[in-house]
């Protein structure tokens, strides 16, 4: 296994990493040396998160369930990841994160359409849905003390082996003490991901699957140790 | 063409035909009870297939090994038999299946996930317990053991077995009739319960013939007390679970009565069989059995201060009383007649428009096999419990058992028995074999029924 990667994504030239750690230390307002600058939490996914896929047919709406989201996140350990904010500092915010999602965990209810689904996805290939985090950044504005904190993020989405780029925006809410909620919402075309809406042919005839799904998730994750480098 | 309209097209004489039979027949005040069936299932199979060993190659592995290829999550990868010929008879149904003499060789095959037991019930213990041991899936049919000592040996081994499906062979509790008939029952809708009756016709000697004697003793291990449940044992377990199940108790006492009427060879085992089960609320089930007169074959009836009700075949009807109260739905349910009493179907979808004018002796509203629903659950509830143990322990560690319990806990299963219920059906089944072995009365004692 890789070790887990700490720090800034490939693209970034360290010099432009500096830079951007000194930056940070400056908006923050923050007198820590340069050497915490560079510490990220991690936060590593638990059990009891949720995703939601909400899709269209020509017979009625369906919605299928799953309750395992794998993976971690890691947040520039400075970061103010506090609700109690009056406004969020305006600027890239240096983290990192790999989720997935296994695709046979996400249920219809119905022991057919989860065949159905299992197949048009080609799960035993691609057992697996990967979202890959390359940049997050605050909403800037006026934040609301109390309310989930609110970023863009953009990211690379892997469904069906097709990797996409996604940018969608998400809440994070930290809770429980080490805890941390990320929700957010996104449409999905399953042809961009090189999947046939499937067409089954189920009790009342032939039924259509709309192309474009809503894909909403709450990804519960939890600080397990603190990564310096 | 296929289009989502074609199943509300009807013909207009049928509709006709239909309305007027079901007007007339509410004139009379009759009503059948039944629940909607799901399409058969492709013979393509799905992803989620299970690679499934039959263990035991009789009539009943034979049957099992014909349903398993009949459904989209079933595959039968390999055959256990000790009898050659019963192994290659069994090939030809599942010609790629891997064949073993030993089940101990199948068991240890990691590819095979889950297995279906199928030997007479005195082979069972060794073969049950050795496959949980295994940590495969077992579907064990019943009675789950010919001893109580053997079937609670097995009851232990399922109810510490990981995580693995057990599922006792009580296939009516997988039923999707059951299922309509069962809240049905519960809430009242024949009234309340007054008494149960069943019944299992048949003129059959129950006896294989070989030409090998030493085969034919083996093959004829139901008419020897030594290793036959007896017919309430082997074949009565399945309705007076069902019994059981819907009454929500156990019976408190059992007396039976068996003779040899007809078949009167070397056989140990009462071809005519009759038991009254004693449950509280003074509510009582008589059981008969036969193999020497197939009169009215086989039913089952709970009667209730409103109505009968009669399950029959994977069917249902109800026969009410003048003066049950209007229940609605029954005006516009299929009748059918029973000499000089009217069935109102109890069907889920008896009161569609679609259903009218067809006569539901003729059209099967479930088009499979009872043992169809009972492995159709098994293996999709086999295939969801190993996935979403992977899938946790692959995202979150195994360090939590709580965690994953209730994680196990949020699946959503398809309704199967549990060991539990498998190991009362046979606790009671065999004890009720012992009152009419001993033309006696036996008291159930709570702790025959602790595992």
């Known amino acids: 296994m890789k070790p887990p990667r700490l720090l800034l994504p490939n693209t970034i030239a360290p010099a432009i990493a500096i830079v951007l750690a000194l930056t940070l230390a400056i908006a923050l307002g923050s007198a820590a040396p340069s050497a915490s600058a560079e510490t990220l939490t991690r936060y590593q996914a638990t059990p009891a998160s949720k995703v939601t896929v909400h899709g269209t047919s020509t017979i009625h709406d369906w919605k299928m369930e799953g309750k395992i989201i794998g993976g971690h996140f890691e947040i520039d350990s400075n970061y103010p990841l506090e609700t109690s904010a009056g406004k969020l500092p305006n600027l890239k915010v240096r983290s990192s994160a790999e989720v997935s999602i296994p695709v046979q965990s996400i249920k219809s209810g119905t022991k057919r359409m ?85 067409a089954p042919n189920i009790a009342l005839g032939l039924i259509k699957v709309g192309d474009e799904v809503k894909v909403s998730f709450e990804w519960i994750t939890a600080r397990k140790m603190e990564a310096a480098k | 063409m296929n289009t989502p309209l074609e199943p509300f097209d009807f013909n207009r004489r049928e509709f006709l035909r239909g309305g007027s039979v079901a007007s007339l027949a509410a004139l009379f005040g009759m009503v059948q009870t039944a629940a909607q069936d799901a399409k058969p ?94 940590g495969k899936h077992v579907y064990l049919e019943v009675p789950m053991a010919a001893t109580l000592e053997d079937a609670r040996a097995i009851a232990q081994a399922a109810r510490d077995a990981g995580k693995v499906v057990f599922q006792p062979g009580l296939q009516e509790r997988s039923h999707p009739q059951s299922h309509f008939l069962l809240p049905f029952i519960r809430s009242g809708g024949a009234g309340r319960t007054i008494k149960a009756r069943t019944q299992w016709h048949r003129k059959t000697s129950w006896r294989a013939s070989s030409p090998n004697p030493e085969r034919e003793k083996e093959l004829n291990w139901k008419l020897y007390r030594e290793t036959s449940p007896g017919l309430v044992g082997e074949l009565g377990i399945h309705p007076i679970d069902t019994i059981n199940w819907f009454l929500g108790q156990r019976p408190k006492s059992v007396m039976g009565f068996g003779s040899i009427q007809q078949w009167k060879d070397d056989r140990q085992t009462a071809d005519t069989v009759q038991c009254i089960y004693e449950y509280s609320n003074d509510i009582h089930l008589s059981q008969e059995l036969t193999l020497t007169n197939s009169f009215d074959s086989e039913y089952t009836m709970i009667y209730g201060t409103d109505a009968a009700v009669m399950m029959r075949e994977n069917r249902a009807w109800m026969f009410k009383e003048s003066d049950a109260p209007l229940l609605g739905w029954e005006v516009y349910a299929r009748k059918d007649s029973f000499y000089k009493d009217l069935g109102i179907a109890l069907v889920a979808n008896a009161t569609k428009i679609g259903a009218q004018g067809k006569n539901p002796m003729e059209e099967a509203p479930y088009p499979n096999p009872p043992l169809f629903y009972a492995l159709e659950s098994f293996l999709f509830n086999a295939h969801e419990l190993t996935t979403g143990t992977k899938d946790f322990i692959e995202n979150f560690g195994a360090d939590d058992p709580k965690a994953l319990a209730d994680h196990l806990a949020t699946l959503k299963l398809l309704p199967a028995p549990k060991w539990k219920d498998g190991f009362e059906a046979t606790v009671v089944a065999l004890t009720a074999n012992e009152a009419v072995v001993g033309g006696k009365k036996i008291l159930f004692q709570d702790e025959w029924f602790h595992v």
């Not at chain 1, 994070?172 to 929700?183: P, W």
């Not at chain 2, 055959?79 to 030809?92: E, V, W």
């Open chain 1, 114 to 198: 989860d065949e159905v689904m299992l197949e048009a996805m080609k799960q035993p290939e691609f057992p697996k849905i990967t979202f890959k985090l390359t940049e997050l950044s605050p909403r800037t504005g006026e934040h609301k003390p109390g309310d989930p904190l609110e970023f863009v993020s953009k990211g690379e989405l892997t469904i069906g082996g097709v990797t996409r780029p996604v940018e969608m925006t998400v809440t994070m809410e930290k809770f429980e003490g080490n805890k941390l909620k990320v929700v957010g919402t996104t449409p999905i075309k399953m042809t961009n991901h090189g999947i046939k809406p499937p």
């Open chain 2, 41 to 134: 299932a492709e013979a393509e199979k799905a992803v989620t297939v299970t690679n499934t060993g039959v263990i035991g190659l009789g009539t009943r592995g034979r049957e099992a090994v014909t349903v398993l290829g009949s459904l989209s999550n079933g595959r039968v990868s390999a055959l256990c038999d000790h009898y050659p010929s019963a192994l290659k008879r069994a090939g030809t149904a599942a010609p790629k299946a891997k064949q073993y003499k030993d089940y101990r060789q199948l068991l240890a095959d990691t590819e095979i996930t889950a297995v279906v037991i199928a030997t007479p019930p005195h082979q069972h213990r060794d073969i049950a317990v050795a496959a949980l041991a295994a």
